[in-house]
Every structure is written in C-alpha cells, then in structure tokens.
C-alpha cells in the first residue's frame, strides 16, 4: 500500500517559521556550553592522562575530544546565529566569555 510522504517537521520546510532564541535565551546558552565544554576538556585531560592513547584503552578520551569539538562547532554557529539575530546587542563573549568569568 503506498505511502504518502511523512508529514514530520524534519522533512517540512517548518524550521523557516521556528522561532529563533532570545538574546537572554544566547547567554543562557552561552554559560551551559561554557561549562560543559570546561567539564568535558577537564575530563578528556584526565583520562588521557590516565589510560593509553591508542587502541581500546583510548577511545573514551577520543569521543570526548570529539565531543568538546562539537561543543566548539555548535558555539561557533551561534555566535554568528546571535550576531545576525541581535545585531544590537550581540558580542562575542556570550559564546565565548572570559576565561576567568566563572
């Protein structure tokens, strides 16, 4: 029996009306990625520190030098996001705060 295309929001073009985060919602943003990135970097030092880099032994500490990369994309594409949404108001340390900001 045929099938009629899905009617999932992925497949639609619905993310064009979606509303986009407000300046208050960045920063917010901007903290919990901050610390989960610190946690995340932190951990993956411990564990390379601790088991070998290589074979088995490694891969915890690959994924999570993985995940801290994609920390950093996801922090990058919302930088630009919170400049083109908040030209007024955007700055680069809501994605990228002060080291000693904590």
Not at 50 to 70: D, F
């Amino acid at each position: 029996m045929p099938k009629g295309p899905p009617s999932d929001c992925r497949t639609e073009h619905h993310h064009l009306m979606k509303p986009k985060l407000t300046f208050e919602e960045h920063l917010e943003m901007g903290r919990a990625l901050k610390v989960a990135r610190n946690d995340l970097l932190n951990r993956q030092v411990t564990l390379a520190n601790a088991y070998p880099r290589s074979g088995q032994p490694g891969v915890p500490s690959k994924k999570l030098e993985a995940a801290v990369r994609a920390i950093d994309e996801a922090r990058s594409a919302l930088d630009n996001a919170v400049f083109n949404e908040h030209p007024g108001q955007a700055d680069t340390k809501v994605y990228y705060p002060n080291l000693d900001d904590d």
